[in-house]
């Protein structure tokens, strides 16, 4: 299908890709703009197209995995509702910011929305690989009760000293089973928002990070939670791209197939894990989505051929491999709800057979 600019997109390619990144968006709580984003600028798509394309579909697709975790119980509306918020007045500011970056032309645009992606996609990686690496150690000694693998509240140092600001509102949040001042959780929202008006992503794959380790909700909740936060700003920063004519809604309907097929098989799966096998995807997803856009950063500069082909082959591989990471814990979980072995690894990410039928 040819775009704006004589750009020629192959759809059958993008659907199934897509496909795969709305599984990972199910699973993991995540819009998955992390991986479209630089998947539509590697196929061609000039970044401003890309980002506003990218928010259009990852808006109706947040909605599928919303009602469907809805369904499930994973979401907290108070916390979903103030972090929108936020996000649309962050990402206001992030759609300003990359429309004055393309005045000085797309090349400049590509690099810095490729460049700012891949520092915050280092930055999550460092934290979320930390504490799972440190909660699987913990589980190898044995000290499962005292570790993260569970869905109860992981206590940090920076849970504590945020949830002691008796800042007004100093709100409780039922469902998430914490008591936070609601300018906190605000203000992520339009850390958040910025990133989603000028990278193209609904944020998620930090907000989810953010909502753990700094407010301490439960692992497993961030999930629909963080989709109806983003929801709003998707939303937003889609209609504002859209004003500006970088929305193609043929492509993004077409992507939606995949993707919304994809999102509700990821969801219904999460039914049947621990919070720290949402946690141990998540940190395989943002790991692999580093190479990519790193690959096309040094083409953008160098201009040598192979380096964009390298790109273009680690943008699929980004994607095939936390797919093929949900698609062996989800068959692990069919084995141990027939009553066959598993590895002992994966026996602390399952959840109990009762309560994964429990829907």
């Excluded at 699973?27 to 600028?41: A, D, E, W």
């Excluded at 380096?307 to 943008?315: E, G, H, K, Q, S």
Aim: proline share 2%; glycine share 14%; hydrophobic share 50%.
């Amino acid at each position: 299908m040819e775009i704006a600019g004589g750009v020629t997109v192959n759809l059958y390619l993008l659907t199934v890709m897509v496909g795969g990144v709305g599984l990972i968006s199910g699973f993991v709580g995540v819009s998955g703009g992390y991986l479209i984003t630089p998947l539509l600028i590697i196929m061609g798509m000039p970044a401003g197209i890309a980002v506003g394309t990218g928010l259009a579909l990852m808006t109706a697709n947040s909605l599928i995995g919303i009602l469907r975790h809805r369904q499930l119980g994973n979401l907290d509306l108070k916390m979903s509702l103030i972090t929108a918020g936020g996000t649309m007045v962050g990402a206001e500011l992030g759609v300003r910011l990359l429309e004055r970056l393309q005045a000085h032309g797309e090349a400049v645009a590509d690099i810095a929305v490729l460049g700012a992606l891949l520092l915050t996609l280092i930055v999550v990686s460092i934290v979320v690989t930390r504490e799972v690496i440190q909660t699987g150690r913990c589980i190898a000694n044995g000290s499962e009760g005292d570790s993260a693998a569970d869905d109860s509240e992981i206590r940090t140092a920076a849970c504590d000293f945020l949830q002691s600001l008796k800042i007004y509102p100093h709100m409780r949040f039922t469902k998430s089973k914490l008591r936070i001042s609601g300018w906190i959780i605000f203000v992520l929202g339009i850390g958040v928002g910025v990133l989603s008006g000028f990278l193209g992503i609904g944020g998620c794959f930090m907000r989810t990070p953010a909502l753990i380790y700094l407010v301490g909700q439960p692992s497993v909740m961030t999930i629909g939670t963080n989709l109806l936060g983003s929801f709003f700003g998707l939303g937003f920063g889609a209609f504002r791209h859209a004003m500006l004519g970088n929305v193609e809604v043929g492509i993004a309907l077409t992507m939606l197939l995949g993707m919304g097929l994809g999102t509700f098989i990821g969801a219904q799966g999460t039914s049947y894990f621990k919070g720290l096998a949402v946690r141990f995807v998540l940190a395989g997803s943002i790991i692999a989505a580093c190479f990519g856009p790193a690959f096309k950063i040094a083409y953008f500069i160098t201009d040598v051929a192979v380096l964009d082909r390298i790109a273009r082959i680690l943008t699929v591989g980004q994607i095939f491999m936390p797919v093929t990471m949900i698609v062996i814990l989800l068959v692990l979980a069919a084995r141990h709800r027939s009553g066959s072995d598993v590895p002992t690894w994966a026996e602390s990410l399952l959840a109990s057979v009762g309560s994964a039928s429990a829907d």
